[in-house]
């Protein structure tokens, strides 16, 4: 396993490069989905727009205005705390390793003040630098008006997900769990309930579109596609760290002589969570002890986070097969919906959670939402195929240029 990239390296290059430490498999693994879920909400909102599904909306913004204060004040914290943490951290990258990168985060003696003091001046530079270039064009403050299309848009509702779905994440971790240490719980990179972040998101990211105009029910069948794609490399991240998303104890033999030992149970060594026994000579890295992960799993366990993210490329295939079919605004989500029941309840029945008495049945948090979610999934479809199928269904379409 890879607690971060500098494992990876090593393993694969045999390259020891320690400022690698600093990069979490997991964070990694969750950046990439955040960038694949953008790559198809980018796809996907140029076809409707060429098709005259989406339209653009006209904006106003004004140029010419000096630099503010508000502008003086971000860019030189921004810039201080990327000099002051980030400079730091390239230089000691084991401080942000383990127990102690709580304690290192928050702390004020751990820090490269120069670097912080001259990237806050570079910031505030950069920024005044720019107000400049605007102003020899634009002397006097001016409004003006642009139109602009939902695939410009696709950054800021990256970045507004990405937020609110770690902040969601978290949130149901914490409800969920009650853990003794909430602090450290709060900065650890493992301790992330995908539901949590999803729900979050979703309303997040709904106040935003309907802000800007956005077909909402657009949005919704294109983001399906985009967030199973998502989740399913995110679930790569919880694969290669190792951070206790893994399946029961399998001792099993394998139903296939093809199929890979690691692919049917693995032991996840080296995992990020510590889990298991101690790990001979830690796994051959020589410094794995730094960050204190050498642990392994006995007996291994299903490798569940590698059958989700199968699963979940499987189900954006057929979803995005059936985007141009389902020409009901919702229909194509509502499929999604089913889908994303069926796959998390199926997988929870061999992964590791904590399980609620609900009406005599023994269900894990995740198995309660996936039921609801499939069960309005069905009456959605159910409604919205009904309405497709009218004899006087037209799918509302606008001029290009509107």
């Known amino acids: 396993m890879y607690p971060n990239l500098r494992f990876a390296f090593y393993d694969i290059f045999g390259l020891d490069i320690p400022a690698l430490g600093l990069v979490q498999s997991y964070g990694f693994f969750l950046a990439l989905s955040f960038l694949a879920a953008a790559w198809w ?171 800007k105009k956005i077909s909402y029910t657009d949005m919704l069948d294109t983001a399906g596609p985009a967030m199973i794609l998502a989740y399913g490399v995110g679930r790569l991240g919880c694969h290669f760290s190792g951070d206790g998303d893994w399946g029961d104890p399998n001792t099993a033999a394998k139903p296939f002589a093809w199929l890979p030992d690691w692919a049917w149970a693995y032991s996840y060594p080296n995992n990020v969570i510590n889990a298991g026994v101690a790990l001979p000579d830690c796994g051959g890295y020589p410094f794995a002890a730094e960050y204190g992960y050498c642990m392994q799993l006995v007996p291994p366990a299903y490798p569940t986070p590698v059958w989700e993210f199968l699963m979940g490329v499987i189900i954006f295939a057929i979803l995005a097969s059936l985007r141009r079919w389902a020409k009901q605004g919702g229909l194509l989500f509502a499929i999604y919906l089913i889908f994303n029941g069926m796959e998390r309840f199926a997988i929870e029945t061999i992964r590791v959670n904590g399980e609620y008495n609900i009406f005599g049945y023994m269900l894990t948090q995740a198995q309660v939402i996936a039921v609801i979610l499939f069960i309005i999934g069905i009456i959605l479809t159910a409604y919205f195929y009904y309405k497709q199928t009218r004899p006087d269904f037209k799918q509302i379409t606008h001029p290009k240029g509107d």
């Open 41 to 211: 909400l980018g796809v996907e909102f140029r076809r409707r727009e060429k098709e005259g599904l989406m339209q653009g909306v006209e904006e106003t913004y004004t140029v010419g205005k000096p630099l503010s204060p508000i502008d003086i004040i971000w860019n030189a914290i921004l810039g201080f705390l990327l000099g002051f943490k980030g400079v730091y951290a390239l230089m000691n990258s084991t401080a942000f390793a383990g127990n102690d990168a709580k304690n290192n985060l928050l702390s004020l003696e751990h820090g490269n003040w120069l670097a912080g003091i001259g990237l806050a001046v570079a910031f505030v530079g950069w920024k005044y630098w720019e107000k400049q270039q605007e102003k020899k064009e634009y002397p006097e403050e001016k409004q003006l008006t642009r139109t602009v299309y939902p695939h410009q848009r696709i950054g800021d509702i990256v970045i507004i997900s990405a937020i609110s779905g770690v902040f969601g994440s978290k949130l149901f971790y914490l409800l969920e769990e009650q853990p003794e240490d909430w602090v450290n719980a709060l900065f650890s990179g493992s301790g992330l309930t995908v539901y949590g972040g999803l729900i979050t998101a979703f309303f997040v990211v709904s106040y935003y579109i309907r802000k």
